[in-house]
């Protein structure tokens, strides 16, 4: 090592910006060439160079005046390339997971699109049935109860029950009647 390099680094390190000039003019496009050749892009390795001798600058004080310089550079350098390289992987994968869930939920609301619009329809043509026709179907759908418990809750008779629930189903297939295909595996399931 040169004395000039390490009475060089003893003023860099002690703040002189004189001496960083020079340091950083000596060794710049060494260190470019090097980086250059990890990421493959001149601007990128611009910046990556830059940017160790900023943290340089930044330290200082902790670079001691015996070491090499350009080894110091050189592996700073690296390093930063290093991190970049791996936040560029993390950026990657967060934008590719973010882009498959974006696809995922936009299949998912396609996929559910004619169940909404049916639920919807569904409420409609029930708000529409006769209140004793909604009661009975509401009941016997919704609650699970049986046409003997619908007849005894609502105090009518079975027949009765029978009758709303059959007016109800023929009313709510006339209403429904688009989405006959959708709505047949939906109203046994109610």
Same mark, same amino acid.
């Given at each position: &090592?040169?004395?000039?390099?390490?009475? +060089? +680094?003893?003023?860099?390190?002690?703040? !002189?910006?004189?001496?960083?000039?020079?340091?950083?003019?000596?060794?710049?496009?060494?260190?470019?060439?090097?980086?250059?050749?990890?990421?493959? !892009?001149? !601007?990128?390795?611009?910046?990556?160079?830059?940017?160790?001798?900023?943290? @340089?600058?930044?330290?200082?004080?902790?670079?001691?005046?015996?070491?090499?310089?350009?080894?110091? *550079?050189?592996?700073?350098?690296?390093?930063?390339? +290093?991190?970049?390289?791996? %936040?560029?992987?993390? *950026?990657?994968? $967060? *934008?590719?997971?973010?882009?498959? =869930?974006?696809?995922?939920?936009? =299949?998912?609301?396609?996929? %559910?699109?004619? /169940? $909404?619009?049916?639920?919807?329809?569904?409420?409609?043509?029930?708000?529409?049935?006769?209140?004793?026709?909604?009661? *009975? $179907?509401?009941?016997?759908?919704?609650?699970?109860?049986?046409? %003997?418990?619908?007849?005894?809750?609502?105090?009518?008779?079975?027949?009765?029950?029978?009758?709303? &629930?059959?007016?109800? @189903?023929? @009313?709510?297939?006339?209403? +429904?009647? /688009?989405?006959?295909?959708?709505?047949?595996?939906?109203?046994?399931? &109610?």
């Amino acid at each position: &090592m040169a004395i000039e390099e390490s009475e +060089l +680094l003893e003023a860099f390190s002690k703040g !002189d910006e004189a001496a960083f000039e020079k340091l950083f003019s000596e060794y710049y496009e060494p260190a470019c060439r090097y980086v250059i050749r990890i990421i493959r !892009d001149r !601007d990128t390795t611009e910046e990556i160079v830059q940017a160790t001798f900023v943290n @340089l600058w930044e330290k200082r004080e902790l670079i001691r005046s015996d070491i090499s310089f350009k080894s110091y *550079v050189f592996r700073a350098a690296y390093n930063t390339a +290093l991190n970049y390289i791996k %936040h560029r992987k993390v *950026v990657s994968t $967060f *934008v590719a997971r973010k882009q498959e =869930r974006i696809v995922e939920i936009q =299949r998912e609301f396609v996929s %559910h699109q004619p /169940d $909404f619009e049916l639920q919807n329809r569904i409420k409609e043509a029930l708000s529409d049935l006769p209140p004793q026709c909604q009661r *009975v $179907f509401r009941l016997s759908r919704e609650e699970g109860l049986k046409y %003997h418990e619908i007849a005894e809750e609502l105090g009518i008779s079975k027949k009765t029950v029978e009758v709303h &629930m059959g007016k109800a @189903l023929k @009313l709510l297939r006339a209403s +429904l009647k /688009d989405y006959l295909a959708f709505f047949l595996p939906i109203i046994t399931l &109610m």
